[in-house]
């Protein structure tokens, strides 16, 4: 039996990456789209239509929804009603399904599925002319998928899915919904992306005390190569003496004691409120 799939905001920046990967596989894609302008770069970039709401859903095994996590909520409970019981809803991010924004309906499915994006040492991330830094099209990712409700036996399809929306897969893993929300927002951004701009922050500081801004760049980019290969342990190697005084010495200047916290539940809880 054909796996049916009814893809909520295909014609958007990810739902068309999806519909892209969708395109061509195993499964059979009925697209919703409600703005013109999507509708309009489906049939440009990915060469396929839109059906209407009621006829996506009539018979869909799976319903994506690839839409923002503040419209989640309102469309799940607008859909909800009209899915037969045990159809698979897959939400791309942790946020809505942690928030409990999902229906309350148990003969429902819930599944998520996010991608890690390729490597920052994955060569084929920076292919000259087509570089594939955010993944799902020619460099490999891995992905972690989490089976929030629903019978153990339906994993294997969701994830299945998983490796076909986020093509090509490196690894996949098993998580759960309350791991992947410490894994974004809590490691992926505010952590990750909040320090990344720090450093943005930074470079333009030195910039500002005279380093022409090209020599600055090419000298933070550089040193985070090299700096993160060996913090990560993706070459063996160890910082001289001067650069691990240079580590004990900024940490307690740039970072509080207790920041560890911002991984506490109610801090999760917190920062996912803000975004759904």
Known sequence: MTVKIALFGAGGKMGVRLSQNLKGSAYQVSHIEPGEVGRKRLREEVGVECVPVEQALADADVVILAVPDTLIGKLSAEIAPKLKAGTMVMTLDAAAPFAGHLPNRPDLVYFVAHPCHPSIFNSKAHTEGSPDY??????????????????????????????????????????????????????????????????????????????????????????????????????????????????????????RDDWKKIFDRAEIAESIERIT
């Open 134 to 255: 955010f993944g799902g099209v020619s460099a490999p990712q891995s992905i972690v998928s989490a089976l929030m409700q629903g019978d153990e036996s339906t994993f294997a399809l969701g994830e299945a899915i998983a490796k076909t929306i986020y093509q090509p897969i490196e690894r996949s893993y098993r998580v759960t919904v309350e791991q992947m929300a410490l894994l974004e927002p809590g490691l992926s951004e505010t952590v990750c992306a909040t320090l990344l701009d720090v450093m943005r922050e930074a470079m333009d500081e030195v910039v500002a005390r005279g380093v022409p801004p090209e020599a600055a760049r090419d000298f933070l980019l550089g040193h985070m190569t090299i700096l993160s290969a060996v913090i990560f342990k993706q070459i063996p190697g160890q910082f001289s003496d001067a650069c691990n005084k240079a580590i004990v010495n900024g940490k307690p200047r740039l970072m």
